[in-house]
């Protein structure tokens, strides 16, 4: 599982116009992905680490800040472009694999407390953030 993560001050995703999920005050934005091998341990793990991770103001965590949290589907995390033009999207996993995983990511950051706000699994979405610092990270299960 790979994960994009940024320190934000507000997010929104919509579908078709629509508002689907969003965060209003500072949080997080994670972009998920996922690939053929992992497992529902690693969306567990990664929950954990991204819940205590002090990369809020003052170096404060998401759990100490109660910070909401907006996750975003993202297959193209796993793009290959080594040939060609054209990145191949072989290394993401097919919606039967990874949708659960998202799900089970985003299950297992409720379940540590969070506020979690999603947008709509293989649907053309449309992110707006803030970034705030700007903080971005990656965490790839694999690491």
Do not use: C
């Amino acid at each position: 599982m790979r994960l994009v993560v940024q320190r934000v001050t507000s997010a929104r995703v919509e579908v078709a116009g629509d508002v689907v999920g969003a965060i209003d005050r500072p949080g997080l934005v994670i972009l998920a992905g996922v690939t053929h091998d992992d497992q529902p341990a690693a969306a567990e793990r990664l929950a954990e680490k991204i819940w205590t991770l002090r990369i809020l103001k003052g170096e404060k965590s998401a759990q100490e800040e109660n910070a909401p949290i907006l996750v975003v589907s993202q297959f193209t995390l796993y793009a290959d472009f080594r040939k060609g033009r054209r990145p191949s999207w072989s290394a993401a996993a097919p919606r039967a694999i990874s949708e659960p995983l998202v799900e089970a990511f985003v299950s297992s950051l409720r379940l540590l407390g969070a506020e979690v706000a999603t947008g709509i699994f293989g649907a053309d979405m449309q992110v707006t953030l803030t970034n705030d610092g700007p903080v971005t990270l990656i965490l790839d299960s694999q690491s």
